[in-house]
């Protein structure tokens, strides 16, 4: 009795089988082998860090720039230049180094530096916090610590930690996919080199306002006082100061450290502690590097 | 009464009226005033003072800059102190004119005598350039430049103005009362904007529970020809100027157009005020009346204030801030501005000032959305709120585009009626800015 | 100042909360369940209490430690789904069949989809179409209501001996080719509207009474919990369908007020098919979501295998819910130019 139902199904399962090997055949599309060979080496998380949509886009993009002869302006962040160099060698091209980046965070409003003021009762993203006012710190380019970054990252490398209310980014798991610029609305993350020896200085400030204004809502403001930019070495010159804010460009910036000492607030920081300078009165190397332990 | 309305969508909040009956009083003036340059919609004007300059009450002190702009007078006799940087009600700075206050001495041209005037002197043009020197913006709370409204394109057939007294926002009294203490004034300047625009027809619109301001302004209407009173039903938003046209005149206008493309021209019932004032006592607008309303407020007051002057002055003027007070209004409970502090000052387009104790001003914690569609039946404009909020979250903006995000006005009866407790106006909000946005960058190309 | 809370407007906040509506149509739910209190005595009460339990505790225990999510059981939508489950139910179900049906209309008709708001499906409805299929005989067996003139006797139901229901009866009377009139003077009491309204007949425990259901509905209607279409649709298109029938066979079909009181439409048309988050967004798109389902109701009466159609019609239309939502959008204001 049971024979029946099973031939039946048995059947009909390869009257399918048979049906969708034929369509798969029929309806095939003919796609370049080294499409799938690039695929293969990127890294397949579709962070869209390209500016492609996912890596199948990239790969298409990176045969066809190929087959003109220069894939120099193709690169994908999080496979940096291995993944490059080794897609370079599947298509017998060659490919230009590229420095690696990490996105860096530029506020230190933390709770103790810039104590909230105001509370915040709407839909807990940044986008909307950034258009009903200066945030709950009152620095107008202050970080709103909503998160909007963290929930954007695709790797899993930021988290919001609650001590000090910002975002914090872990260099190892950054690929620099960029998404986390796009998505503050304030612009405070920003994408710099990694730097040597993954040595690095920036301004930890992006507030215009000027010095005694700032101040008033955020110890750790940017004054716009110059002391970094006179300090900085006279062949390096790598500080400009413009709107009241300072700026290390990061192409020119040697990361001796000089400037961390000098800053009234300590609003340089670095990745490294910088070496205090020679004379008896030691300074505290309070250039706390942003790497979470 | 005959009961007008507009069909689609609307809620009732508790009206709250609390200020109704404080009569009108002048505010006492400021030691420093903060008379911001951008009290209007459109370029913020150019200041054409500086630090050092004597003032006086209706000098010219900020011109207006590009075809939508306003100028702005000093409230105040004075020295300027500086051209600073002041917080406004948008919770950022913005650039203001601060005045240190000396006296009362008021430019010889403004005409002090409490007569009222009658007679209409000027003709069309004369009106509408005359609003244009005394920046005057319309009072109603979205500070529109007056002028430019009564500018008619070439082609546009206009048949009515209608005046918008309807008040619908809870608490807000401002206009209530205006109606009340300064009805001819209202008639004579309703009469201005008719000349100015060119009709024979002019409406006021007035919600029904403001029984004693229909009364009074029908009564008196009698004597001006082509002005009549509607009563409208009390449903908000009645004021909300696409549905105050469809309820008087039975117009829709279009998604993206004005009022002019369905033949009318909307104002609100203080710039009326105003407008007499301007163009009968050549007086420039300063002041304007501020509604002073909370429900644990010692003392309600509808004040006449000068502009610049710091908010904080008028709730000391009320008994202080009672303990417990969480949130400052700026305008009304569904549409305005929660203040960072009350160091604000007043400006061209506040209406009222609304003190929030904590238990009211803390949201309820949202919840899922049960799909209950109360929002869409509220939504004025005929939208699917809970939509468009959804669209925001994943970010599905040419989505959010289609189903006309861009039109919402942000009236707030989506939220308001929401069981869930959902931040939907916030997000729609933020769709609508990206789609506008997008919109903008996609004609540029 | 440092208490100063700031958001986007509005600042007001309305009359209502998930809790109210929810409880609300709770409440509107008591007359049905001090009716059936009456008809069927404490047996109903238990099915209606362990049911009800079953489901708030499923979802507290999913939502607590499966989900691991903030804990909404007791916001009253599960116990809505305890309620109408056991409404769907004879009171002479076995209680391990109770909990089982309401663990899986939580659990698979509601959580599984991410909890509330969620779901494609009535979750009462989806527990209801598992029990009949697991459970076919129990969930076809209705005991007799007895008359008692004791109120502390009352809605006792004699064991051992099943109640045959009007709808059941008729359509089995039916195929067996006797005709209505016959049928009708065989048991008069299965055909007077009086008793059919009042829910003096056999059934499952929350449908047999119209006018409690009526009562609850005009609750619900006065609290603006719910719109006056879905129900009036629905009831319409029932109505329409058998209407047209009875009309042209009067011998083979029962007439159209008989349907309306009979079985479950009632039930249905008020509380399963107005379910908020199962039916359509737009005013339009509840109109056709109910008037196809009273029609499908009608249909699967008339011609389908089950006597009573009212459950799987609510289904099937819950399945086209956002096809329709899609497709049918509110009046925009504005879309056409009108110079009054």
Known sequence: MILYPVIMLGAVAGIAAILLFLTAKKFHVEEDPRIDKVAELLPGANCGGCGYPGCRGLAEAIVKAADKGDIGGLSCPPGGSTAMKAIGEVLGMAVAESEPMVAVLRCGGTHEKAPRTLKYDGAPKCVIAHTVFAGEKGCPNGCLGLGDCVTVCAFGAMYMDEKTGLPVIDPAKCVACGACVKACPRKIIEMRPKGRKERRVWVNCVNTEKGAAAMKYCKAACIGCGKCVKECPEKVQAITLQNNLAYIDPKKCIACGKCVLVCPTKAILATFEPPKPKPVEAKPAEAAPATPA | MDLKTFKIGGVHPPENKLSAGAPIEAAALPKRAFIHLGQHLGAPAKPIVQKGDKVRVGTLIGAGEGFISAAVHSSVSGTVFAIDAVVDASGYKRPAVIIDVEGDEWEPTIDRSPELKKDISLDKKAIVDRLKEAGIVGLGGATFPAHVKYMVPEGKKVDTLIINAVECEPYLTSDHRVMLERADEVLVGTRILMTALGVERAVIGIEANKPDAIEILSRKAKDHPGITVQALKVQYPQGAEKQLIKAILNREVPSGKLPLDVGCVVNNVGTTVAVYEAVQKNKPLFERIVTLTGKKLPRKANFLVRVGTPITQLIDACGGAPEGTAKFINGGPMMGKAMVNTDIPVTKGTSGVILVDEADARRNAPGACIRCAKCVAACPMGLEPYLIEKQAEYALWEDAEKEDAADCMECGCCQFTCPAARPLLDNIRLAKTTVMRIRRERSKK | ?340
């Open chain 3, 1 to 340: 100042m440092s208490n100063t809370i700031v958001s986007l407007s509005p600042h007001a906040k309305g009359p209502l909360s998930t809790e109210k509506v929810m409880w609300g149509v709770v409440i509107a739910l008591m007359p049905s369940f001090a009716f059936s209190a009456y008809f069927f005595g404490i047996r109903a009460i238990v099915v209606t209490l362990v049911a009800t339990i079953a489901c708030i505790l499923t979802e507290f225990l999913i939502q607590k430690y499966l989900m691991k999510t903030t804990v909404t059981a007791f916001d009253g939508s599960a116990a809505i789904t305890g309620i109408l489950l056991a409404f769907n139910v004879p009171s002479s179900i076995p209680i391990w069949q109770m909990v089982l049906g309401s663990v899986f209309a939580i659990a698979i008709g509601k959580m599984v989809f991410g909890g509330l708001g969620r779901n494609p499906f009535n979750p009462a409805l989806l527990g209801r179409a598992f029990m009949l299929a697991s459970f076919p005989v129990d969930m076809t067996t209705w005991p007799i209501p007895v008359k008692t003139q004791w109120l502390w006797e009352m809605g006792k139901t004699v064991d051992g001996t099943t109640a045959a229901t009007p709808l059941g009866f008729f359509k089995e009377g039916v195929k067996m080719n006797a005709s209505m009139g016959d049928l009708v003077a065989q048991r008069p009491e299965l055909y007077d509207y009086f008793n059919l309204f009042i829910g003096n007949v056999g059934g499952c425990i929350g449908e047999v009474s119209a006018f409690a259901i009526l009562l609850g509905g005009i609750y619900l209607l006065y609290k603006k919990i719910i719109t006056w279409h879905i129900p009036v649709f629905y009831l319409g298109g029932l109505a329409l369908i058998t209407g047209i029938f009875w009309w042209m066979e009067p011998a083979k079909y029962a007439d159209p007020l008989f349907h309306l009181f009979a079985g479950g439409a009632m039930l249905g048309a008020w509380f399963m098919a107005t379910d908020m988050v199962t039916s359509p967004m737009t005013v339009k798109g509840q109109i056709l979501f109910a008037v196809c389902g009273g029609l499908l109701c009608g249909l699967i009466r008339l011609f389908g295998a089950f006597p009573e159609g009212c459950s799987y019609s609510i289904l099937i239309m819950n399945a086209f819910v956002p096809l329709i939502d899609k497709y049918i959008k509110p009046t925009r204001f504005g879309k056409e130019v009108n110079y009054g």
